[in-house]
């Protein structure tokens, strides 16, 4: 008898254990009959089940990142454009997205990233690649979100965001635009050297007349100061020669003999009756 009751409770106890089970939160959840689906889109917390008759399978409703590879597009000048975006989304609909895509998330991320990538080829191959510089970024992101969003209308999930990350040439196409813009700014900094230069030359050339112009005032102006000086001299010499000529005379020959025996090896072979020893010869 006991045997009989420990296996009745052990019996309650499994059938009770596999009629209840629990929704997590951020999960949803579908509730299966024989494989045909009779609920949906369970909120987190306890539900019942049939033992035996219901099976029930958990989804992720959590927001999922689809973070794409970068790809290559072609504008609309026929260049290539290195476009690396993501999408964010979230399972809507538990019920559609397991008729659509079997419930697999893998599945989901491959079609919705087939998407993506033709919803950029089109805005991207309808657009120059300096449209795609200047212009906002936000109005490409809105118009591949609105026809993405349309495309998943019957997979039972929610575009939450779709961002592009950067946007690059590819590295020969860098590597070009950056020598061209190398160039561009060697011959920028060269036009700047040479009126540089240019300007230092006008610079050294007005530099160089004021100095001669300089040199030439000063020079004049000595001349002038010094012909005066030599005027003033002259008239001092005439006024002095006037009041005493002898002594005017006597006064110039001691300069002379001053200057001409300034050394003890000077000589001078002269006549000594000559004019220069006047002096010499009339002491008195």
Request: proline fraction near 2%.
């Amino acid at each position: 008898m006991k045997t009989v009751m420990t296996l009745f409770l052990a019996a309650i106890l499994f059938i009770g254990s596999n009629a209840l089970f629990t929704v997590q939160q951020g999960e949803t959840a579908l509730v299966f009959r024989f494989g045909e689906i009779v609920e949906d889109n369970l909120k987190p917390g306890l539900h019942f089940k049939t033992p035996f008759v219901n099976n029930v399978r958990v989804f992720d409703a959590r927001l999922q990142t689809l973070d794409a590879e970068p790809e290559r597009y072609l504008t609309s000048e026929k260049k290539n454009l290195l476009v690396n975006s993501f999408v964010e989304w979230r399972i809507s609909d538990a019920k559609r997205f397991y008729t659509s895509m079997n419930g697999d998330i893998r599945l989901a991320n491959m079609r919705l990233a087939q998407i993506i990538k033709d919803g950029l080829r089109a805005e991207f191959g309808s657009r120059t690649v300096q449209e795609v510089i200047s212009q906002d970024r936000r109005t490409i992101v809105n118009a591949i979100r609105k026809d993405t969003v349309q495309s998943v209308a019957d997979f039972g999930i929610d575009i939450v965001d779709v961002k592009i990350k950067r946007v690059d040439l590819p590295q020969n196409v860098s590597e070009s635009v950056y020598q061209r813009m190398e160039a561009e700014r060697n011959r920028v900094a060269k036009d700047l050297r040479s009126q540089g230069s240019e300007a230092a030359e006008r610079i050294r050339a007005d530099a160089d007349r004021q100095r001669t112009i300089i040199i030439a005032d000063a020079y004049r102006d000595a001349e002038t100061i010094r012909g005066e000086g030599d005027a003033k001299a002259a008239d001092i010499y005439a006024k002095a020669y006037t009041k005493d000529p002898e002594f005017y005379a006597f006064y110039q020959s001691l300069n002379a003999y001053q200057q001409s025996f300034s050394s003890k090896t000077d000589m001078m072979v002269v006549d000594s009756k000559s004019d220069f020893f006047k002096f010499f010869n009339q002491p008195k």
